[in-house]
């Protein structure tokens, strides 16, 4: 009965550009029917005196492959019931765990490497995530490969938005069941790290800060200087809401006793673009919160930062040395190039060869500060 009445073709999506943060969800016609149905199955299931070994005659592979389908119905209240359902099959039917984790692998995989399209990924996760809570120790490498082959890729779908929040729980139960985990992770999401997609951006620092809520002390030494840059230019971003929540982290004692911890090397990447933004940042709040942090980094090392800071400086003075000896040898590349066109006289008594040797000269000194020239 239950199969006859919720087993079905899904119809396909009415609209291809369909965007499941704007666009309200198309909901199912014939629901106040399937509700019913749905409702009547999970009472059974949860029923005391339900029998597993007599059901499983009827609960098999073939049924939970066809509910797990279901899972890419458009309408969330289906996805929900769906959710509950499966979850009352795994905990009842020992013999189905497998098959269940293997199958929810299969539909992430061509979600990731195929079709980018599922509606249900978000759910299916939140399954996962009791599952996972629930592993055994040593983690097997079945779990293992599922965290690296499945749920670090998942970052990388355009429609992260719409399942970040349960994704992020289950990368924390895996370092939770498996610190030396961390590396592989973050790393992981490094490499995923978002280029121009600044909602992202902000998405994926709240997921560090929540794996920097349960790091162990060891685990952070290994991870940090490839992390920390990746902050520092996260700071640096022009994106407000991107610098915003990289400076919160600033607020989160854990975090902060972990940089302290390893000022020594931490404040030398992160202090050059602090003192930068502080004084070229367009954004008068994200410049007030590098002040902040700033005072921070001062009462942790006092001496360092003073060093870091004069070395700031002269690295500064340098660069606009540099850039003004740029700017003259192109004025004087330029002179050279409207006198040999016969645009404006050239200078009185400067043969051909020595305005040649001239124009090599600059050529060369412009070379030598890092510009690329190409001769016309």
Known sequence: MIACNI????????????????????????????????????????????????????????????????????????????????????????????????????????????????????????????????????????????LAKVLIPLHKAKSLVTFHPQLAYCIVQFLDKDATLTEQVVRGLLKFWPKTYSQKEVMFLGEIEEILEVIEPLQFQIIMVPLFKQIAKSVSSSHFQVAERALSYWNNDNIVSLIEENHDTLIPILFPSFYRISREHWNQTIVALVGNVLKIFMEMNTNLCNQLAEKHKVERQRERKREKEREELWKKLEQLRMSGSGDTPGPPNIDSKASSAITNNAFTNVHQLGVNVTKR
């Open 7 to 146: 087993f079905r073709p899904l119809p396909p999506s009415d609209n291809p550009d369909f965007d499941p943060e704007e666009d309200d969800p198309i909901l199912e016609a014939a629901w106040p029917h399937l509700s019913y149905v749905y409702e009547f199955f999970l009472r059974f299931l949860e029923s005391p005196d339900f029998q597993p070994v007599a059901a499983k005659k009827y609960i098999d592979q073939k049924f939970v492959l066809q509910l797990l389908e279901l899972f890419d119905s458009e309408d969330p209240r289906e996805r929900e019931l769906l959710k509950t359902v499966v979850h009352r099959i795994y905990g009842k039917f020992l013999g189905l765990r497998s098959f269940i984790r293997k199958q929810i692998n299969n539909i992430f995989l061509r979600f990731i490497y195929e079709t980018e399209q599922f509606n249900g990924v978000g759910e299916l996760l939140e399954i996962l995530g009791s599952i996972i809570n629930g592993f055994a120790l040593p983690l097997k490498s079945e779990h293992t490969r599922f």
